[in-house]
């Protein structure tokens, strides 16, 4: 399995913002969400934010009005742009793929907000 691939991370100051992408391989048509999820030290995966194949978009509670999920299907590419960023949101990101056959983690990237 070809795991998609997180770029974007890195170390930011509160209120400050940061793009994640996530690029995934295969035809576009064949994923049916994409989203990403994050975790924290001594804390359960959680979903951050999810983008269906019909463009249809959720968000955790936490991120509504700071975070935006986007798709390129040319590129095949998700991304997650992250405004007023709080030390909160430190976590590693991960990126998910879901299919009709099976679902796909990329391997995380470290966002890190400092006070």
């Known amino acids: 399995q070809v795991q998609p691939v997180e770029s974007g991370g890195g170390l930011v100051q509160a209120g400050g913002s940061l793009r994640l992408s996530c690029a995934a391989s295969?035809?576009?048509?064949?994923?049916?969400?994409m989203g990403w999820y994050r975790q924290a030290p001594g804390k359960q995966r959680e979903l951050v934010a999810r983008?269906?194949?019909?463009?249809?978009?959720n968000y955790a509670d936490f991120v509504k009005g700071r975070f935006t999920i986007s798709r390129d299907s040319v590129k095949n590419t998700v991304y997650l742009q992250m405004n007023s960023l709080k030390p909160e949101d430190t976590a590693v990101y991960y990126c998910?793929?879901?299919?009709?056959?099976?679902?796909?983690w990329g391997q995380g990237t470290q966002v890190t907000v400092s006070s």
């Open positions: 983008i269906t194949s019909s463009g249809s978009t």
């Open positions: 998910n793929v879901a299919r009709s056959w099976g679902v796909s």
């Open positions: 295969g035809s576009p048509f064949s994923i049916n969400t």
